[in-house]
């Protein structure tokens, strides 16, 4: 989900949904070349840095990925994901959902895991779904 704090963020987006467009694998590294180099990505160099990470993925088809950005195909996966975010009242990443429990700033394993037991047994206790549980949000990308 592109922030608003990222200037870059919608630009890099657009071009992680055209990298899943061609294939899931692609995705993630592009997404994690982006997210391992947010701190040199600016407005002014996103497309550049784009082009460059995709030279370095195999699996990923430069010129069909620069066609992508070129004609904006997947700026309607990147507004409609953006929609929903809003509709559900995600404002940070991580935001998870737990048996419909927006959850946000979740920063390891653990206290996922233990968020997870929780509403587990809240469920099989009869409970309503697990409430609703704020950790702080973080600006990471993960």
């Known amino acids: 989900m592109p ?11 657009e071009g992680a949904a055209c990298a899943q467009v061609q294939n899931n694998g692609s995705f993630w590294e592009l997404h994690d070349a982006l997210f391992e180099n947010q701190a040199v990505l600016t407005e002014d160099n996103i497309r550049q840095k784009l082009l460059e990470f995709s030279r370095k993925i195999p699996s990923l088809d430069s ?45 390891s394993a653990a206290e996922l895991l233990h968020l997870i037991d929780q509403a587990a047994q809240n469920a099989s206790a009869g409970s309503p779904t697990a409430s609703k549980t704020s950790m702080g949000s973080s600006a990471s990308a993960r």
């Open 63 to 107: 010129q069909s990925f620069r066609n992508c950005l070129d004609s904006e195909m997947s700026l309607g996966l990147v507004l409609r994901d953006m929609n929903v975010a809003e509709t559900d009242g995600v404002k940070a990443t991580p935001t998870l959902f737990i048996n419909g429990a927006r959850t946000e700033g979740v920063r």
């Open 3 to 13: 922030l608003t704090m990222h200037h870059w963020a919608r630009a890099a987006a």
